[in-house]
T-cell receptor
Framework: EDKVVQSPLSLVVHEGDTVTLNCSYE??????LLWYKQEKKAPTFLFML????IEKKSGRLSSILDKKELFSILNITATQTGDSAVYLC??????????????FGTGTRLQVTL | DTGVSQDPRHKITKRGQNVTFRCDPI?????LYWYRQTLGQGPEFLTY????????KSRLLSDRFSAERPKGSFSTLEIQRTEQGDSAMYLC???????????FGEGSRLTVL
């Protein structure tokens, strides 16, 4: 059974800090790892990673995947209060055929204070 | 692109009653997914449609759950004889082909008393 473990479970930082969120996984026939941000209701897509060592970047957010060690990190630099959310990591397996049958972790709850 | 819409946003029901949720995906998205999320957990996959065909169902989807997507457009998720353990947020998502990126709706929260 596919498994995703995220750490820390929650984190409180001051605005301007840099944070690193961790995601380790076990999956048969890995296809991709995805990061989503969930502020109140709907998770919104951040990144999809398929290859080791290639950093994906969007503004102050970046992510990288290590397929040998089976983990990914999500970095947020110069955090802002608007970054406060639950960050979800998910994996997708080739075993699911054409479906995005994602296995999610429990998420990291990030709170950014002034 | 008006996003994925779900209705109702919140449903409170008594144990044993039937409930139905509706999802309208982003137009031209041929793939539609239902996930369930309980408090403090990540979403769990329930079922998947490609156009009108239901191609995948999770073991979480007991016989009391049924999903349809007639004509490959909107989808409904019905839960019969609800139990307290069914209380959760039911999330619908859609995508155009396989991109890995799912567009989620804001969910339908079910509370079973």
């Amino acid at each position: 059974e596919d498994k995703v473990v995220q750490s820390p479970l929650s984190l409180v930082v001051h605005e301007g800090d840099t944070v690193t969120l961790n995601c380790s996984y076990e999956v048969t026939n890995f296809r991709s790892l995805l990061w989503y941000k969930q502020e109140k209701k709907a998770p919104t897509f951040l990144f999809m990673l398929t290859s080791s060592g290639i950093e994906k970047k969007s503004g102050r957010l970046s992510s990288i995947l290590d397929k040998k060690e089976l983990f990914s990190i999500l970095n947020i630099t110069a955090t802002q209060t608007g970054d406060s959310a639950v960050y979800l990591c998910a994996v997708d397996s080739l075993n699911t055929g054409t479906a995005s049958k994602l296995t999610f972790g429990t998420g990291t709850r990030l709170q950014v204070t002034l | 692109d008006t996003g994925v819409s779900q209705d109702p946003r919140h449903k409170i029901t008594k144990r044993g009653q039937n409930v139905t949720f509706r999802c309208d995906p982003i137009s031209e998205h041929n793939r539609l997914y239902w996930y369930r999320q309980t408090l403090g957990q990540g979403p769990e996959f329930l079922t998947y449609f490609q156009n009108e065909a239901q191609l995948e169902k999770s073991r979480l989807l007991s016989d009391r759950f049924s999903a349809e997507r007639p004509k490959g457009s909107f989808s409904t998720l019905e839960i019969q004889r609800t139990e307290q353990g069914d209380s959760a947020m039911y999330l619908c998502a859609s995508s155009r082909g396989y991109t890995g990126e799912l567009f989620f709706g804001e969910g339908s929260r079910l509370t079973v008393l």
